[in-house]
């Protein structure tokens, strides 16, 4: 028993080994000076820039409707016909009736040229008198008449002409063809109808080219910088990005929203897989061009004191790993963009540092940690 008592004395007389914790691994990036444009998020839509219900221009009966709701077509397809043989008839009897008119019209300039010679045989011979003034005036008359109706004939047939190629024209619009690429949304008419012209047949909007109709704030609009030859956008998806040129603003504002449209045109690849009525968003330029250090928004650690980043003070020899310490510096944000956030450079954080940007929300300050430090990518969007 006395033993006992002894060892268990000498176990506690003995001192205690303190163990440091591992550090933690994470991942970070350096923080890096780069001139940037302030730039804020704005959203809003797609649209169809071709939104169309194509109406009847003649009037007649529905012989087919050749597409369903949903159909995509191209420019030129048909999509209704309609029954022609009526005005095919009245086109057959203007071709017989031109026909007639231009024979007419050679006959009258017969005639003018028979009579030409005539009064110029006359006024040959009239030289020996042996022609008589009242023949010569009454030659010259034929010859007037006759000019005159040649001219009449030959505006007969010029009449006749242009009423066949209207007639033709009424006969191609029986058929109701797509004048843009597009999607049929819906059919307003079905096989037997009758229609009248502008009576809607089917609704048509465009896919091949579309547009995105964004909402910004009217206290942007005066602080819009310059727009570029295009912007890019995320609709759809989140991760969908395409390029819409053309930015413009509409000087027109929505008096309940006090909204400005910002639109720019989607068009040709960059539209496919993209539908009228998606939502979409856009970072738009509203300042100049400014110095500021750049870091990802995953590097912003929100705390009851307010925003901040975390930073690995250690040896740092510029390599792509640092053992260190975790240490909390205020973040002094200047703005934003969908992945990046610009600091001030008067703020605490300095260029080159080690922002951790994975693993900093279960950190405290003081707490040792290994980084493995990846190069920062710039923010796509522009």
Same mark, same amino acid.
């Given at each position: ?52 219900? +194509?109406? #009847?221009?003649? =009037? *007649?009966? !529905?012989?087919?409707?050749? @597409?369903?709701? &949903?159909?995509? $077509?191209?420019? /030129? %397809? ?97 058929? +109701?063809? #797509?004048?843009? =690429? *597009?999607? !049929?949304?819906?059919?307003? @008419?079905?096989? &037997?109808?009758? $229609?009248?012209? /502008? %009576? ?110 975390? @930073?690995?003070? &250690? ?68």
């Amino acid at each position: 028993m006395l033993r006992s008592h002894l060892l268990a004395a000498v176990a506690l007389s003995a001192p205690l080994t303190a163990q440091e914790p591992p550090p933690t691994p994470v991942r970070a990036v350096r923080a890096e000076t780069r001139t940037v444009v302030d730039r804020e998020r704005v959203t809003g839509s797609l649209r169809a820039a071709s939104n169309a219900a +194509l109406a #009847a221009r003649e =009037d *007649g009966a !529905v012989v087919a409707v050749e @597409v369903r709701e &949903g159909a995509e $077509v191209s420019e /030129g %397809d048909v999509l209704v016909r309609l029954d022609a043989r009526r005005l095919q008839a009245l086109r057959a009897q203007s071709v017989a009736a031109s026909s007639e008119a231009s024979a007419t019209a050679l006959r009258r300039e017969a005639e003018v040229d028979d009579a030409r010679l005539d009064l110029a045989a006359l006024e040959k011979a009239s030289s020996g008198e042996a022609i008589s003034e009242r023949e010569l005036r009454q030659a010259r008359t034929r010859l007037a008449v006759a000019e005159a109706d040649a001219r009449a004939a030959e505006e007969r047939s010029k009449a006749l002409q242009a009423e066949i190629e209207l007639l033709d024209i009424r006969v191609a619009d029986m058929t +109701l063809r #797509a004048p843009f =690429d *597009g999607v !049929v949304v819906e059919r307003h @008419v079905e096989q &037997g109808e009758w $229609v009248v012209p /502008g %009576d809607p047949m089917i609704s048509l909007v465009s896919t091949s080219r579309l547009e995105v109709w964004l909402d910004v704030p009217q206290r942007l609009v005066g602080r819009l910088a310059n727009l570029g030859s295009s912007v890019r956008i995320q609709a759809g998806a989140a991760d969908h990005e395409v390029v819409a040129t053309a930015p413009r603003v509409v000087p027109r504002i929505d008096p309940a929203t006090r909204m400005f449209p910002f639109v720019a045109a989607i068009e040709g690849d960059a539209a496919a897989g993209l539908s009228p009525g998606m939502s979409a968003s856009a970072y738009v330029s509203v300042g100049e061009e400014i110095e500021s250090l750049m870091v990802p928004k995953d590097a912003l650690v929100y705390r009851p004191g307010g925003v901040a980043v975390m @930073v690995v003070m &250690g040896e740092d020899e510029g390599g792509a790993s640092l053992t260190g310490i975790a240490t909390m510096l205020p973040a002094f944000i200047e703005f934003e963009t969908d992945r990046e956030v610009a600091l001030s450079l008067e703020g605490p954080v300095r260029p080159g540092a080690v922002v951790i940007v994975e693993g900093n929300e279960r950190l405290f300050p003081g707490m040792p940690v290994a980084a493995s430090i990846d190069a920062l990518e710039e923010n796509p969007i522009r």
